[in-house]
């Protein structure tokens, strides 16, 4: 999903590379990765977390509030 504009963009300006193809499904994966880390302390207020939890817990995120990050 996240590639799907990328991918309608390089057929509106005809590109038809597979170079161009395997851009913007780079660049289409890389925007929502950067939407959802924009999103992470909002998300967070609303009780909500994308991120895999062991990846926060590896980065020393816990589930409180006592010092440091939190979920």
């Known amino acids: 999903m996240a590639s799907a504009v990328g991918l ?3 057929r509106i300006f005809g ?3 597979r170079r ?3 851009y913007a499904l780079n660049l289409g994966v890389a925007l ?4 959802i880390l924009r999103d992470v302390k909002d998300d967070l207020e609303r009780g909500r977390v994308y991120l ?3 990846d926060l817990a590896a980065c020393g995120c816990t589930r409180g509030r006592s010092g440091g990050a939190a979920w």
Do not use: G, V
């Not at 929502?32 to 939407?35: D, F, I, K, V, Y």
């Open 8 to 10: 309608i963009c390089i």
């Open 15 to 17: 590109c038809t590379s």
């Open 20 to 22: 161009a193809r395997d």
């Open 32 to 35: 929502q990765l950067t939407n």
């Open 52 to 54: 895999p939890l062991d």
